[in-house]
């Protein structure tokens, strides 16, 4: 077993900033009966079962076989990361007793009594506790002995985490808790004024949603697009010319693809391979310039060569479904490591093409790292042929720039605009006993969605913080595709983020696509 480390991020008055925090207030709605609500932070709900693992973000402590043995029924759980508090109030549906197991032997609170039943968590022996629940609806205080050293275990058959606000206009979330992530998300304004968002995650390939309302509200409106173009990964979609693109690769990378729609999304036409292999890339801008329309990619190897960066182009007037149009530059070769003031990147991926108003065309790349959150990569596009890059000259300081992120330039305010991740200082480091007992790296520090600005591509304003969340555990605001939409920025977020039937694994893994609007941009 691991030893116990000493959480260290803070958790007092920071909670109360917290984006997806809770709120005291209002009329508490009817449970079923047998059914229980949780208060607390970062509370999860998990399953006893034999071999299941406890904690959240811990895989060292599973139940044992026996584990079940001690309830009727198949039984949930309510409990906090391995050595924080977990449920701090629950109400029941119903009166009946209720089980909690401490780590404490003689735990001494009141209306709660100590039974001879102990559930064995790897080395740690939990006391099973009971207390008879009368009043259905009445919030309860869980005890918070002062002997406890690890989260307090709540049963109930029906468990769910009361008040938990998630931030934005949840458009998707995944069936399961847990089960799957939501990914590849991407947003486009289409020929008629209404927003189409995609994303994968829901079903089992990617799945489209309109609104109506300029993101107020949102549906279905294709479960399974994959069936219909063969697109499942890293995609986006675009409107050129009256109709609606998306490009991409079919599932697990397998060649560079694009299809049509004319009829705003619903139906589509069958892929267009513009190039065979494996490939890497996101939801990425697409911009037309020097007569030509062009994205960004990245080679994807099955062996452990590092990802390669390339651009595709193809004469704007053309037809893009014809793979004859489409022109692959040469590769840049980053087959090592690069260090940047003792600062190691591992990657250049998921670029963006910015052309400027001075003719220039760049390929600006995310630049991956675990020990810095602040750089990006700026490729030369010559041509459609020749990229040019050193690392002398090309790397260029980008708040969030090692996490994904989209650029956009507008001509209103002669700026280019960028809404990434940037990591607090105090961020680096955090950990708990789990899979972040070393620290959390830099690489998956996403808790902060942040607006900047820049009127060169060289220096960069952090502008303004779209949403926070002071956990970096489970909070990821990332992968954000967004587009202008007069003076407002539409925007979709990959987003991980707690929710009443629990925690996502990590911040990576992310549960929600959800939609914000940052209102007058310009003169925030």
């Known amino acids: 077993m691991k030893n116990h480390l000493k959480i260290t991020f803070l958790l007092a008055a920071a909670w109360a900033l917290a984006a997806c925090g809770k709120e005291e207030g209002g009329h508490d709605a009817p449970l079923a009966a047998g059914a229980m609500e949780v208060r607390g932070n970062l509370v999860d709900i998990r399953t006893l079962a034999a071999g299941e693992k406890v904690f959240p973000q811990h895989d060292d402590y599973l139940f044992d076989e026996d584990a079940g043995m001690l309830f009727e029924e198949p039984t949930a759980y309510a409990a906090g990361l391995m050595e924080s508090r977990g449920a701090e109030a629950f109400r029941c549906g119903s009166a009946g007793t209720v089980r909690l197991a401490t780590d404490c032997a003689d735990m001494q609170a009141e209306g709660w009594a100590g039974t001879d039943e ?163 890339s996101a939801a990425v801008p697409v911009v037309v310039h020097d007569g030509r329309i062009w994205r960004a990619c990245e080679t994807q190897g099955t062996d452990t060569s590092k990802k390669r960066p390339f651009v595709v182009s193809a004469p704007a007037d053309a037809d893009l479904l014809d793979a004859a149009n489409w022109t692959k530059s040469a590769e840049l070769a980053v087959d090592n490591d690069i260090t940047v003031e003792d600062k190691t990147v591992t990657e250049l991926i998921e670029g963006n093409m910015v052309a400027t108003p001075n003719g220039k065309l760049y390929n600006i790349l995310r630049a991956s790292s675990k020990v810095t959150s602040q750089l990006a990569a700026r490729i030369s596009v010559e041509n459609e042929h020749t990229l040019r890059f050193t690392v002398s000259n090309d790397m260029i300081t980008l ?31 955090q950990k708990h006993n789990g899979i972040y007992a070393n620290g959390i790296t830099y690489d998956l520090v996403r808790n902060r969605m942040v607006l900047c600005y820049s009127t060169d591509l060289n220096t960069w304003v952090q502008y303004k913080e779209i949403v926070y969340d002071p956990d970096p555990f489970f909070h990821g605001f990332q992968y954000v595709d967004w587009v202008f939409d007069g003076d407002d920025i539409a925007a979709v977020c990959r987003m991980a983020c707690p929710e009443t039937r629990g925690l996502p694994v990590r911040q990576h893994d992310a549960n929600f696509m959800s939609f914000f609007r940052i209102r007058n941009f310009r003169n925030l």
Request: net charge positive; proline share 6%; hydrophobic share 35%.
């Open 118 to 280: 102990v559930l064995m968590v790897g080395d740690i022996p939990y006391r099973i506790y009971t207390h008879a629940y009368a009043t259905p609806g009445k919030w309860t205080p869980v005890p918070d002995p002062e002997g406890r050293k690890y989260t307090t275990l709540l049963f109930a058959p029906q468990l769910r985490v009361a008040d938990v606000r998630t931030p934005g206009t949840v458009i998707a979330q995944v069936p399961e808790l847990r089960g799957r992530t939501i990914s590849n998300v991407s947003l486009a304004i289409l020929p008629n004024g209404d927003y189409l968002a995609s994303c994968t995650g829901v079903s089992q390939g990617a799945s489209l949603f309109v609104s109506e309302d300029r993101g107020a509200s949102w549906r279905m409106l294709v479960e399974n697009v994959t069936e219909q173009n063969g697109i499942a990964n890293y995609y986006n979609l675009f409107v050129w010319e009256g109709k609606l693109y998306m490009m991409g690769c079919g599932r697990g990378g397998a060649n560079l693809m694009i299809a049509c729609s004319e009829d705003n999304g619903l139906n589509w036409t069958s892929p267009t391979v513009i190039l065979e292999g494996g490939f890497h």
């Open 399 to 429: 708040p969030g720039g090692g996490k994904k992120f989209t650029i956009r330039y507008d001509e209103r305010s002669k700026r280019y605009w960028a809404i990434t991740n940037p990591a607090s200082a105090n961020m680096k480091g």
